[in-house]
């Protein structure tokens, strides 16, 4: 079974960093983009970041961008979030997920085909 585990979430003040992971298992971990989402409570989910199956390119959404750095470890079957300089409006139940081969970037949730449980991360002012 394809399994997707986010751990290493929680309350941080801002300007603070939080480093997540994502434990993969269950499926081929080069045949797959892997990404961040986030979901605050009333909100759509959002794109938050993506690296793509040769592990070089990454985009992230402007939000995020030269704050955040998603990168894999492919030893351990694992997807990385670093969160530098948090503010308070990234707060949200963040999901990592798994997108099949493709030929644009999955930059949208119905790209993706297997998802985590979610991690919560909080950011007070």
């Known amino acids: 079974q394809v399994q997707l585990v986010e751990s290493g979430g929680g309350l941080v003040q801002a300007g603070g960093s939080l480093r997540l992971s994502c434990a993969a298992s269950?499926?081929?971990?080069?045949?797959?983009?892997e990404g961040w989402f986030r979901q605050a409570p009333g909100k759509e989910r959002e794109f938050v970041a993506t690296?793509?199956?040769?592990?070089?390119?990454?985009y992230y959404a402007d939000s995020v961008k030269g704050r955040f750095t998603i990168s894999r470890d492919i030893a351990k079957n694992t997807v990385y979030l670093q969160m530098n300089s948090l503010k308070p409006e990234d707060t949200a139940v963040y999901y990592c997920?798994?997108?099949?081969?493709?030929?644009?970037?999955?930059?949208?949730?119905?790209?993706?085909?297997?998802w985590g449980q979610g991690t919560q991360v909080t950011v007070s002012s």
């Open positions: 997920a798994a997108a099949s081969l493709r030929v644009g970037v999955p930059d949208t949730p119905y790209e993706y085909d297997y």
């Open positions: 269950g499926l081929t971990f080069s045949s797959y983009a």
């Open positions: 690296v793509m199956r040769n592990g070089r390119s990454t």
